[in-house]
């Protein structure tokens, strides 16, 4: 199956496709360095570096699947939450590639910020506009006239064989996946209701407290990494009562624990040492204070920012047993980013950073595609059964 991708970035959301078995048809990215990331690692991709705003989607009419992460900045919590006031909104241009291309599918995600009760109203115009994309939007009206225009819409009896898109909305922790780093994510998933194929989130497959089972009761962490128990810890007495319920308990949590910094980042050599590792090298210069004090090694990360004025501090930096920190190198981030040990990221450590700091979990977004792929796998197959009975 085909997809095509807006908004790339350094490739993570293009590489979790990839690895679901999508073949991509055509990349859309405006950033030099990301596109220069892109084509080196992947030189048989079709890379556009372009603005969307230009682009007749209508030339990749039929592709099964759109995708992409439209520009975080006007919901993040860390920018000015401008919202659709913001001129870096680009849902429209998302919705627009919908409607031209007609695609079976679409994944499109964004910061859990856009959840946020301010942007209610908003939220729901561009779940109503994604499951009616041919809806006619006035550009002379604001968008919360707009809305209720969609509502109307959407309450009345409509001409089922309009373009229709069965919408789903879900927020998720990426370390509830395997990734290892607290990163929130929300994903706006539709599927064309003529396929007559339902979808959900996939179910999590790891948790938090089977971590704290295997560091606190069993152990079994500690005796992985052939370290002494890190007892009476800082980390160890916030989570005192969890740790003494779960101990209580007869059968630990039936899912894998989260995967932590420790447990990505043991297999790579210091990097202030002589290594050949791509974009693994020591920055200087981080520094610890309230509020910036970096990941803890025993953890998921915290998660990655891209910082519009240099390399944000607390969020990428690692804090070790001595309490300590320093910069996690571009090749960390990569790993914390679940990117392959491979795939080399182009331009200067501050963009390097920036772009794994915008980059969507290469895992988490398997997963996602994945299960999109099955559903489109049994619509063909449906579509398949009832032109034979024809």
């Known amino acids: 199956m085909r997809s095509v991708e807006l ?51 209508k030339d ?17 919590m860390g920018g000015k939450a401008k919202g659709s006031n913001d001129s870096r909104d680009m849902f429209p241009q998302a919705i627009r590639a919908v409607r031209e291309i007609r695609p079976k599918a679409f994944i499109f995600e964004n910061v859990r910020g856009l959840l946020r009760g301010a942007f209610s109203n908003y939220v729901e115009y561009l779940r109503l506009q994604m499951t009616y994309p041919n809806f006619p939007v006035s550009d002379n009206l604001e968008w919360c006239m707009n809305l209720r225009r969609l509502q109307r819409h959407h309450s009345s009896r409509r001409d089922l064989s309009d373009l229709e898109y069965n919408v789903s909305i879900q927020c998720v922790n990426a370390a509830d996946y395997g990734v290892p780093q607290k990163r929130h994510r929300v994903f706006f998933v539709g599927l064309r209701k003529d396929l007559n194929v339902g979808w959900s989130f996939p ?3 790891h948790s938090f407290e089977k971590l704290l089972f295997d560091q606190f009761v069993g152990f079994g962490y500690w005796g992985k990494h052939k370290i002494t128990p890190l007892m009476n810890t ?12 779960l101990g209580e308990q007869l059968l630990p949590c039936e899912k894998e624990a989260w995967s932590t910094v420790r447990d990505v980042l043991r297999k790579i050599p210091d990097p202030s040492s002589k290594n050949t590792l791509l974009n693994h090298r020591f920055q200087s210069g981080a520094k610890s204070y309230p509020g910036h004090t970096g990941s803890l090694l025993d953890e998921p990360a915290k998660a990655l920012k891209a910082g519009d004025h240099g390399v944000p501090g607390g969020e990428n930096m690692l804090r070790n047993d001595c309490g300590k920190v320093r910069y996690f190198t571009v090749r960390e981030a990569a790993i914390l980013q679940t990117f392959p040990m491979d795939f080399e990221f182009i331009g200067s450590w501050t963009e390097s950073m920036r772009q794994l700091g915008n980059a969507v979990p290469v895992q988490l977004a398997k997963i996602v595609a994945h299960s999109v792929s099955i559903k489109l796998s049994q619509g063909n197959e449906r579509e398949r059964v009832l032109q034979s009975a024809r």
């Open 7 to 57: 908004f790339s970035g350094a490739g993570g959301l293009a590489l979790g496709l990839e690895e679901a078995g999508f073949k991509n048809e055509g990349l859309f990215e405006m950033n030099k360095n990301a596109c220069a990331t892109l084509r080196h690692n992947r030189p048989s991709w079709n890379v556009f570096e372009t603005d969307v705003r230009g682009v007749d989607f």
């Open 234 to 245: 800082e980390y160890h007495l916030r989570h005192s009562t969890k740790i003494r319920s």
């Open 60 to 76: 990749f009419a039929g592709v099964e699947l759109v995708a992409g992460g439209p520009p975080c900045q006007p919901f993040s």
């Open 203 to 205: 179910e999590t497959t």
